[in-house]
């Protein structure tokens, strides 16, 4: 089902659900009951486009991305992948389906390097969803709570459909989901990443334009 949010509001519920399982007063939550978090964000050149409020996609994700990350618990375990960030050109390479990095590992007491790389990174060029998810996943690792937060504002560019790819890292394992955050998209888009979350056991979420996401 589709819900609308803001990007920061989106994340934030995210997040909350990915990484506490306890209310927030328990100073120190056991291991088992925090789950591990790899952001994964869209640094295709679509996201230079408005927003629709004066500012760009990825001007937006930063605001929002930085008041998020800045009220994480420090025993949170979370990481950063970024997708599109390295390889471009028309017609689109083939190297271009596997252009994705981590920037930062998965980890506790890593804010101000998760801050540094949403700071850092920026629009470039295409789209390969299907292998930042795949790679997010393993990120991971195969136990415990684990969650991935995909924020997009387009479609993959990618073989193979990466609703199945989707499906197929949900099915690694109990405890493994995915969200997804789609930044000012069009209905074609939306049913894409839709479909992804659905195949993932998780949830969609369409996110609006920098004022709101700044006032979140």
Not at 5 to 14: D, H, R
């Amino acid at each position: 089902m589709k819900i609308t949010k803001t990007l920061a509001g989106a994340v934030a519920t995210a997040l909350t659900a990915a990484l506490l399982a306890t209310p927030v007063a328990h100073a120190q939550p056991a291991d088992e009951e925090i789950g591990s978090l790899m952001l994964v964000l869209d640094a295709s050149g679509s996201m230079r486009d408005p927003d629709g409020s004066g500012t760009t996609r990825i001007a937006a994700a930063h605001k929002a991305l930085t008041t998020v990350v800045e009220n994480l618990p420090a025993h949170a375990s979370v990481g950063m992948r970024v997708f599109g960030a390295e390889i471009t050109g028309t017609p689109m390479p083939k190297e271009a389906c596997q252009d994705t990095q981590r920037v930062v590992d998965l980890g506790t007491d890593n804010r101000a390097e998760l801050l540094s790389a949403i700071s850092n990174y920026q629009p470039f060029g295409w789209t390969p969803i299907p292998e930042a998810l795949r790679q997010a996943a393993t990120d991971l690792g195969p136990e415990g709570k684990r969650h991935i937060i995909l924020v997009s504002d387009g479609e993959s560019t990618c073989d193979p459909d990466p609703c199945e790819v989707a499906a197929d890292i949900a099915a690694q394992g109990i405890g493994l989901t995915i969200d997804v955050v789609g930044l000012n998209v069009d209905d074609t888009t939306r049913r894409q990443l839709t479909c992804i979350a659905e195949a993932g056991g998780g949830e969609y979420v369409d996110a609006t334009n920098a004022d709101e996401l700044t006032a979140a």
